[in-house]
C-alpha cells in the first residue's frame, strides 16, 4: 500500500510540474456588490389555485354585482372574504317576495273565510231540505188519513141512508 502511494504522489507531483512559463493573468479585485439581472418571458402559474365563480341564480335576481375583489395573486386563507357582490338587488327580490306571500297569506285565509261561509250555508240549507222532506212526510201522512176518514164517512153516509 506504501509503495502504491508513493507511486501516485510522484505521479501527481510530476503532472504538477510546468515544463515551461506560462502567463500569468494578474488581476487586481476589490469586495463589492454584485448585481445579476435576469429578465425571462413566459407565464407564472400557482401550485395552489382554485376557481371561484359566483352562485347560480335565477334570473330574478338580475346580475350580481361585484363592489369589492381580493387584488389577483392576493393569497387568502380559508374562511376569508375574497368577494363582495351588491346586496341590493337580491335584497329587492326578497322584500318583493315577502310581499306576494303576504298578499298569498292573507287570500288564503279570506278564501278560507268564504269557505267556511258557504258550508255554513249549505249545513243549514241542508238541515232545512231535511225539515221540509218531514213536513212532506207528514203531510202525506195526513193525507192518507184524511182520505181514509173521508172514505169512511162516505160509507157512514151510505149506510145511513
Request: charged share 30%; glycine share 4%.
Amino acid at each position: 500500500m506504501n509503495k502504491l502511494t508513493i507511486l501516485l504522489l510522484l505521479f501527481f507531483c510530476h503532472a504538477c510540474a510546468s515544463d515551461g512559463e506560462q502567463d500569468i493573468s494578474l488581476y487586481q479585485v476589490r469586495k463589492d456588490n454584485l448585481s445579476i439581472n435576469l429578465s425571462e418571458e413566459g407565464e407564472l402559474k400557482a401550485l395552489n389555485s382554485i376557481n371561484i365563480s359566483s352562485p347560480s341564480l335565477s334570473w330574478r335576481y338580475g346580475n350580481l354585482k361585484i363592489i369589492k375583489i381580493v387584488d389577483d395573486g392576493t393569497e387568502v386563507s380559508k374562511g376569508d372574504t375574497v368577494i363582495i357582490f351588491d346586496p341590493s338587488e337580491v335584497g329587492k327580490v326578497i322584500e318583493q317576495s315577502k310581499n306576494e306571500l303576504a298578499i298569498s297569506r292573507a287570500e288564503l285565509e279570506k278564501n278560507k273565510a268564504e269557505q267556511a261561509s258557504k258550508l255554513e250555508e249549505l249545513e243549514s240549507n241542508f238541515k232545512i231540505t231535511e225539515i221540509s222532506h218531514r213536513i212532506s212526510e207528514i203531510n202525506f201522512e195526513l193525507a192518507e188519513y184524511e182520505a181514509e176518514v173521508t172514505k169512511k164517512e162516505i160509507e157512514l153516509i151510505e149506510v145511513s141512508i
